[in-house]
């Protein structure tokens, strides 16, 4: 990763590493704004948070500021991605899959084009602007559109990677990133690899498939859950679709059941979409950690985690729940 | 047409609270946008205190005016202006945006509060109010709509199929009052995104529309008045303001849009609001 003197330092060299993803979203465009010419960067009137200001500077005949107007962002991307650029597009992920949902169907994945649309302040950890702003339903109406393929990043190292991916991959992409600083799950040696779950730990007990922050919310789990006796294997579910159903075949087959966490509604979110790939493969029970048909509200991102039992807390009591049924 | 002496120095003191809550809010949320409601004080203090027919007395009248606040993340003002006249405690304010508080980061539909819709996402706000507008007249009311909203809410696209719809039903019960402060939160809105002249803008869209001194209590009053008695049309009161008008270190600062003033800012702005002494020290502890 380059420094920046536009971008705070990714890491501020506390340990154990914080960063937001959306800091990592700003260099990576960076690295993509030298490297190819063809990228272009739209934001509406949010360039300081979605953190594409840097390029803004660096490239200002690259950048487009849409003002407050996501439809309108959306479909001027399609146009300038029609004639061969590569247009990242960025707002919360409020606005820039809600506003605009029918323009990234219509104009965006009918077409197939290069949209990459990188959305930051997802879910509860956007914290006290509340539930106008907390996105919880992206994920579903993202991935359920045809073509559009779906990354939901751990941390700032793998989303450093997957926007750099993103810049690659053929097609619509999304990619949901947060406002918090959220706990470095990876080292920088990561790979990230579009696609394909990374399993960062192993037990046979159940598997906890996680997306976002709930990463390391799964991983503190299951270090709880093992001082108990139980042994959890945690997936890193990062790209939501296509969904690596191989992964979540061989951890039912393995561990015999399955806790989804994710900062998102459950329905059509996460756990909804390993559901169907656990039903087609190889049935076990299964519980799911997310927002259960309730929007947010007004609090800081960890009191709301806690609050809706997101936190590594919560996830450990739906553990021994799910474990309950699998011996029953 | 002036206000008296008494009339005027009430909307004033309203105004003057309105800003003071605001910064108090603001600051002990530790985060949320004073540089909005600070600048919409003036008009805000003036519609509540002397238009709109909202009071516990009238709260559950169907009847009775409505408010939108499209540009929902200026809400602490509205807060205030609603605890001002007897609707929300006054030491509920210091809730706000904390976990469980009624007082959202972004305004959330509670008729006990007489908070006549949520909002939070810019664009939604005008034809709301126009739906709104369109179940009075239906009903045969006389109820008045009043909908805030923002130069930069106007670059939403969905505000310009309202402002038609609302011209094409002659919804002449709808005012729009529109904080034209030139600041958004990438900047000062004319480098933004240019919306330009939006009283032309409503006029071609078919609407009786003012240009009006958004700091001039007098002139927001007979705008307000004017929009009252125009019979066919829905009326757009262009209120030019300064983003943190009677915060010196604020004003016409797009930095102020969406950040919260610490302790020593906390204690300026106030003191600039005539807060002093063992009452300052009091609001500080
Ligand atoms: C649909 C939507 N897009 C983006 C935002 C984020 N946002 C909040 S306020 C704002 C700027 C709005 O400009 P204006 O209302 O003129 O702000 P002010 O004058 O109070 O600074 C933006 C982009 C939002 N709330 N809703
Ligand atoms: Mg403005």
């Given at each position: 990763m380059i420094a920046t003197p536009e971008l705070a330092p990714l890491f501020d060299g506390v340990e154990p590493r914080k960063a937001a993803t959306r800091n990592a979203y700003g260099e990576a465009l960076l690295e993509l704004g030298a490297s190819n010419p063809d990228v272009v960067v739209l934001d509406a009137d949010l360039s300081g948070s979605t953190k594409t200001k840097a390029f803004g500077k660096a490239h200002p005949e690259r950048f487009f500021n849409m003002g407050v107007a996501e439809a309108n962002m959306i479909g001027v991307a399609a146009g300038l991605a029609s004639q061969g650029k590569v247009a990242f597009a960025s707002s919360f992920a409020m606005f820039a899959t809600g506003k605009a949902f029918e323009q990234i169907r219509q104009s965006v994945c009918v077409p197939e084009l290069n949209v990459k649309i990188c959305a930051t302040h997802a879910g509860l950890t956007v914290g006290e602007d509340g539930k106008s702003h907390q996105m919880l339903e992206d994920v579903t109406i993202m991935r359920v559109i045809p073509g559009m393929q779906v990354i939901v990043p751990a941390d700032a190292v793998e989303a450093h990677q997957a926007v750099l991916a993103a810049a690659e991959i053929p097609g619509p992409v999304y990619v949901r990133l947060s406002r918090a600083s959220t706990p470095v799950v990876f080292s920088d040696d990561y790979r990230f690899e579009f696609g394909k779950a990374a399993m960062l730990r192993d037990g046979g007990d159940l598997a906890i498939v996680a997306m976002g922050v709930t990463v390391a919310a799964a991983l503190e789990a299951a270090d709880t859950l093992s001082t108990m006796g139980i042994e959890a294997r945690v997936l890193n579910?990062?790209?939501?679709?296509?969904?690596?159903s191989d992964a979540i075949e061989s951890a039912a087959r393995d561990c015999g059941a399955i806790l989804t966490a994710e900062e998102h509604q459950e329905n059509g979110g996460l756990g909804e979409a390993v559901a169907q790939a656990v039903v087609r493969t190889h049935p076990v029970p299964m519980e799911m950690c997310g927002m259960n048909g309730s929007f947010g509200q007004s609090g800081t991102g960890d009191e709301l985690l806690a609050h809706y039992g997101l936190d590594a807390a919560g996830l450990v009591a739906r553990a021994q729940q799910l474990l309950k049924r699998k011996q029953a | 047409m002036t206000l008296s002496q008494a009339d005027r120095a009430a909307v004033e003191a309203a105004a003057r609270q309105i800003r003071i809550d605001t910064v108090r809010m603001v600051h002990a949320a530790a985060?949320?946008?004073?540089g909005g409601p600070i600048g919409m004080a003036d008009f805000m203090a003036t519609l509540f205190l002397r238009h709109m027919n909202l009071s516990p007395e009238t709260l559950h009248r169907p009847d009775r005016d409505r408010f939108v606040l499209g540009n929902g993340h200026t809400c602490a003002g509205y807060y205030s202006i609603l605890s001002q006249k007897g609707l929300i405690p006054r030491d509920e304010l210091l809730t706000f945006r904390k976990l469980g508080s009624r007082l959202q980061g972004h305004p959330h539909r509670t008729p006990d509060m007489g908070i006549d819709f949520s909002t939070g996402s810019l664009g939604n706000s005008l034809s709301v109010s126009l739906g709104m507008a369109l179940a009075a007249k239906s009903n045969g009311w006389d109820t008045r709509v009043y909908s805030a909203s923002s130069d930069g809410e106007s670059q939403e696209g969905q505000i310009w199929e309202a402002a038609t719809a609302a011209a094409h039903y002659g919804a002449s019960n709808l005012t729009v009052l529109v904080d034209f402060n030139n600041v958004q939160i990438d900047g000062h809105m004319r480098d933004v995104m240019d919306v330009r002249d939006l009283r032309e803008k409503y006029e071609a869209f078919g609407w009786h529309a003012l240009d009006v001194d958004g700091h001039d209590i007098d002139a927001i009053d007979a705008a307000l008045v004017a929009a009252r008695e125009e019979t066919a049309r829905p009326s757009a009161l262009i209120c030019h303001t300064l983003i943190g008008k009677g915060v010196s270190f604020m004003e016409d600062q797009p930095g102020w849009h969406g950040v919260a003033p610490g302790d020593e800012d906390a204690r300026k702005a106030l003191a600039e609001l005539g807060i002093e002494g063992a009452e300052l020290e009091a609001m500080m502890a």
């Open positions: 579910m990062s790209t939501i679709s296509p969904m690596d | 985060c949320g946008h004073p």
